[in-house]
Nanobody
Framework: QVQLVESGGGLVQAGGSLRLSCVASGSIFKINGMRWYRQVPGKQREFVAYISSGASGSARNYAESVKGRFTISRDDAKNAVYLQMSSLKPEDTAVYYC????????????????WGQGTLVTVSV
C-alpha cells in the first residue's frame, strides 16, 4: 500500500509565502513524475506544476498563472515533492493536491497515478 500525504497549507496574507510538502510512504519501488494540482469548490481541479524524475534531469513546467511565483522541487531520498509558493494572491486560494506516478514493490513494472488527500491554502486580502 502506497499513500501520499500533503502538509503545509494554512492561512496567509496576500503577498506572503507558503511551502507545501507531500511525502509518499509504503512499499515504493520507484517514483516517476510528480505534480501539484489545486481545486476550488465547485470548479474543476487544475494543474499547477510538474517535475520529472531525477533520471530525466528534473524537468519542470508550470501553469501560466503561477509561473515566476511558485517553484516545484523534489527530494528522492525522502520520496517527497515540495511547492514553494511566493507572492500569493487571493485567487491562489484552493485545496492543493499532490499527484505522483509510483511503482510499488508489489508490481515494480507498473506505474500508478496516486493522489494525496489535499491541503487547504487560504490567501486573505
Amino acid at each position: 500500500q502506497v499513500q501520499l500525504v500533503e502538509s503545509g497549507g494554512g492561512l496567509v496574507q496576500a503577498g506572503g509565502s507558503l511551502r507545501l510538502s507531500c511525502v509518499a510512504s509504503g512499499s515504493i519501488f520507484k517514483i516517476n513524475g510528480m505534480r501539484w494540482y489545486r481545486q476550488v469548490p465547485g470548479k474543476q481541479r487544475e494543474f499547477v506544476a510538474y517535475i520529472s524524475s531525477g533520471a530525466s534531469g528534473s524537468a519542470r513546467n508550470y501553469a501560466e498563472s503561477v509561473k515566476g511565483r511558485f517553484t516545484i522541487s523534489r527530494d528522492d531520498a525522502k520520496n517527497a515533492v515540495y511547492l514553494q509558493m511566493s507572492s500569493l494572491k487571493p485567487e491562489d486560494t484552493a485545496v492543493y493536491y499532490c499527484n505522483a506516478d509510483i511503482a510499488s514493490t508489489v508490481g515494480p513494472s507498473e506505474y500508478r497515478a496516486l493522489w494525496g488527500q489535499g491541503t487547504l491554502v487560504t490567501v486573505s486580502v
